[in-house]
C-alpha cells in the first residue's frame, strides 16, 4: 500500500509538471497577452522557455515576455529581458526591435525638468544606439524624432538650473548652464532664450560688451524671436544710461 502511495504521488508530479505542446503553451500566452493580463502573460512566456529551452518558440517567448513587461510598466524587468535577448541572439531579425523597446522603457519613464534627468541620459543613449546600429530600420525614423524631444527636455534641465543660479545673483554659474545650452543642444527650442539670459547675465555683472555681443548673436539668429525684444530692450536702455557704446559682430559662435 505504502509502495502504491508513493507510486501515485509520483505519477500525481509527473502529470502536473509535464511538458505541454510548445504551440499550444505559446497560444496561451498570447491569449493572456490579447487579455491584458500582462503579468501573467510574462510567466507564461517564461514557462514556454523553461519547457522547451532550446526550440524556437523560446526565443519568441523571450521578446515577447519583455514585450509584456514592457506593457504593464514594469520597466526594470522589461530591460533585463531585452539586454538578456539580445545578448543570447545578437543576429536575430527582431533584434532592432528589441534595442527600439529598451529605448522606449528608458524614455516612458523621463519626468519633468524639475526631478532628476537619469532617465533622460539613459533613453537618449538607448535611441543613439538604435539609430546608430540600424540606421535602415522602421524603428530609426522614430528613434531620431524622439531623439531631437530627449535633447531638448535635457537643454530644459540646463535652463531651469541657469535662471536659478540667475535668480539667487550666482551670474557666473548661471552663464555656465546657460553656455552649455548653446554649445551641447545647438538645435532646441531653448537656444534663443539661452542668449537673452546670457545678455542678462552678462549686464549683471558689468559686462557690457560681452551682452551687446550676445544680444547681437540673438538678434540676427533669432530675429523674430520675443527673447530678443527683451534682450534688445537691456543693451538700449545701458546706451541710455551713458554706457561707452562698441559695434559688435553679427556670427554664431557655436557651429
Not at 526591435?97 to 519626468?111: C, D, F, T, V
Not at 543613449?125 to 538604435?130: A, F, G, M, R
Not at 534641465?157 to 545647438?186: D, S, T
Not at 555681443?213 to 530692450?233: C, Q
Amino acid at each position: 500500500m505504502a509502495l502504491a502511495l508513493i507510486l501515485g504521488a509520483c505519477a500525481s508530479d509527473d502529470d502536473r509538471y509535464s511538458e505541454g505542446a510548445v504551440e499550444k503553451l505559446y497560444n496561451a500566452a498570447l491569449n493572456l497577452l490579447h487579455e491584458e493580463d500582462f503579468e501573467e502573460a510574462a510567466l507564461a512566456f517564461d514557462e514556454v522557455e523553461r519547457q522547451h529551452p532550446y526550440s524556437v518558440w523560446a526565443t519568441k517567448a523571450q521578446l515577447m515576455a519583455a514585450y509584456s513587461h514592457y506593457q504593464n510598466n514594469d520597466y526594470d524587468d522589461a530591460i533585463i529581458a531585452i539586454d538578456r535577448f539580445i545578448q543570447l541572439h545578437p543576429s536575430n531579425r527582431d533584434v532592432p526591435y528589441a534595442y527600439y523597446m529598451k529605448a522606449l522603457s528608458y524614455y516612458e519613464q523621463i519626468s519633468d525638468v524639475g526631478r532628476d534627468q537619469r532617465m533622460t541620459e539613459l533613453a537618449l543613449k538607448s535611441l543613439q544606439d538604435l539609430v546608430s546600429r540600424f540606421p535602415d530600420s522602421k524603428f530609426a525614423r522614430d528613434g531620431e524624432l524622439k531623439i531631437d524631444l530627449t535633447r531638448d527636455h535635457l537643454a530644459g534641465k540646463e535652463m531651469e538650473i541657469g535662471r536659478y543660479y540667475e535668480n539667487q545673483g550666482r551670474y557666473l554659474a548661471a552663464i555656465n548652464r546657460f553656455k552649455a545650452v548653446l554649445e551641447n543642444y545647438q538645435t532646441t527650442t531653448h537656444v534663443p532664450e539661452a542668449l537673452h539670459r546670457l545678455t542678462e547675465s552678462y549686464q549683471a555683472l558689468g559686462l557690457l560688451v560681452e551682452a551687446r555681443k550676445t544680444a547681437a548673436i540673438l538678434g540676427h539668429n533669432f530675429p523674430g524671436s520675443r527673447w530678443y525684444n527683451d534682450s534688445f530692450e537691456i543693451v538700449e536702455s545701458e546706451k541710455q544710461d551713458g554706457a561707452p557704446e562698441k559695434k559688435s559682430p553679427w556670427y554664431w559662435p557655436f557651429q
